[in-house]
């Protein structure tokens, strides 16, 4: 009699009381493959970034509520700054711009003279770019990367692909943007390159993100001439960061006699730790810089006719 | 099987994002909890009624929106942990307290060791021991979730 009941049990379904759907194996095996083929889209398509992109925009009041109490913290410190500090300060100010000002002067008079000597050489005229000022509003979230975000974003003109500098040098470059916030990588992370020249020298190189908070310079031959507190500037070759900016400066040179390439070691100027404001510089627009060629070029035909013209008097002077 | 109602679970699980998206800075974001994997553990456990691989799954990719590391990382780990999670759920009652402190603290390494591999695939360097911090400030989460919400474990009988 037992027995049969037990076969019964056995026989039967388990009872509704206990069904929970699919089994959890199966439901992990369904998940993991819908997670696998997202990261595959993600990571080889492009599909994925308008999703990202209307994500981020719906998390902004949420973002905006998590940064409220540093924000907060932030605007007490400003209201309790004490008097004597602000005026020590203000006049610190008042005396950097003033001799920023003297630099500035002959500055214009030197850009001018060099656009000047350009167009008598044919160069091209370097364009000035535009910048908008943005503020850091955090970190990047993602411990494998080197980012931040700016409070600045596609609402404000902002492009992926945009050079970032501070007041001390070179940042990194904005690689994604959201409707109010855009992501910046550092030129410290491992994806980001960045062509540079010596300044001592001006032998040009690309220095490459490390990952910590470092750039390596590979590619050198280990005889190369580089100093130990040399200064790296961007080079401009890229047509990405205008030419002269600041991005590091050499700690340490390392020379292995098993490798015919020197171990260059670099750190970064600019300090994103330190304060929070920086330049988002605008892309130089491709017809924009077929501009000036093209002027350049007029210029050229101009001086041959010009030159055309000298020629023929010097014949009409010389037939005389 | 406790009562727990779907509006806690959820509330928790924005509260979780809320902290998530704190903007947390310098050395504070290596010893950051997750805290979205530890609120899911605990009602993945607690509440296997309401919480699912499924939710693991969601929790997971709004976690890889809101970082803005490669869709469908953390979505694939969390699911992963979930269900080891749920394999052993019906067990719990057997457990003491620190059975399932140890229980949990091999779940969250489970799933870091999970998103290293993904991050190392993806070309990344080793991050070193500190990447592991996480763990243990996660366990400390987990303390105060349980105090908040109280024990998994069966109360003792005197």
Redesign the interface.
């Known amino acids: 009699m037992l027995k049969g009941v037990h076969q019964k049990l056995e026989a039967q379904q388990t009872p509704a009381f206990f069904v929970?759907?699919p089994s959890?194996?199966s439901?992990?095996v369904f998940?993991?493959a819908?997670?696998?083929?997202?990261?595959a889209?993600?990571?080889r398509l492009n599909y994925?970034s308008h999703?990202?992109q209307a994500?981020?925009a719906a998390?902004h009041p949420?973002?905006v509520?998590?940064?409220a109490?540093?924000e907060w913290y932030r605007n007490i410190n400003k209201y309790f700054s004490v008097h004597n500090q602000l005026v020590q300060e203000n006049y610190a100010l008042k005396q950097q711009a003033f001799e920023h000002q003297v630099m500035l002067q002959r500055l214009s008079t030197i850009q001018a003279e060099n656009v000047h000597l350009r167009s008598l050489l044919n160069g091209d005229i370097p364009i000035q770019p535009k910048a908008v000022l943005g503020e850091i509003?955090?970190?990047?979230?993602?411990?494998?990367?080197h980012?931040v975000v700016v409070n600045r974003g596609s609402q404000h003109n902002i492009k992926a692909g945009q050079a970032v500098v501070d007041s001390n040098g070179v940042i990194g470059q904005v690689t994604?943007v959201y409707p109010f916030t855009s992501?910046v990588t550092l030129i410290t992370d491992?994806e980001l390159s960045i062509p540079i020249q010596i300044e001592r020298n001006q032998l040009r190189a690309i220095a490459f993100g490390e990952?910590n908070n470092t750039l390596d310079i590979p590619y050198l031959p280990a005889n190369v001439d580089i100093k130990v507190g040399d200064k790296l500037v961007t080079s401009g070759i890229d047509g990405v960061y205008p030419a002269g900016l600041a991005v590091a400066t050499v700690t340490k040179i390392e020379q292995n006699s098993e490798s015919p390439f020197a171990k260059i070691v670099s750190t970064p100027v600019a300090g994103v730790?330190n304060h929070l404001q920086l330049l988002l510089l605008e892309l130089p627009e491709a017809k924009e810089s077929d501009k000036p060629q093209t002027a350049s070029a007029e210029v050229i035909e101009h001086k041959k006719d010009n030159v055309n013209l000298n020629k023929n008097k010097a014949k009409t002077n010389a037939t005389h | 099987m406790r009562h727990t109602s779907l509006v806690t679970v959820y509330l928790t699980f924005l509260i979780a994002m809320l902290c998530q998206l704190f903007p947390w800075v310098g050395q504070g974001i290596i010893f950051r909890p997750d805290f979205m994997l530890v609120v899911l553990l605990y009602w993945l456990l607690r509440a296997p009624n309401i919480c699912n691989v499924g939710t693991a799954w969601f929790a997971g990719l709004l976690v890889d929106l809101a970082t803005g590391s490669l869709l469908g990382q953390h979505a694939l780990s969390f699911s992963i942990t979930a269900f080891v999670a749920l394999s052993y759920q019906r067990r719990l009652v057997l457990f003491n307290s620190w059975q399932l402190t140890g229980y949990v603290f091999a779940l969250l390494i489970i799933e870091r060791v999970i998103i290293l591999l993904l991050k190392l695939f993806e070309g990344n360097e080793n991050p070193g021991w500190h990447y592991f911090w996480p763990i243990v400030t996660g366990l400390l989460l987990w303390q105060l979730m349980t105090l908040m919400f109280g024990e998994l474990t069966r109360p003792k009988t005197k």
Do not use: Q, W, Y
């Open positions: 929970r759907g959890p194996f439901r992990m998940f993991c819908l997670s696998v083929s997202i990261m889209i993600d990571a994925l999703v990202r994500f981020i998390l949420l973002e509520l998590a940064n109490p540093s509003s955090h970190m990047g979230r993602d411990p494998f990367t980012t994604r992501e491992k990952g730790s």
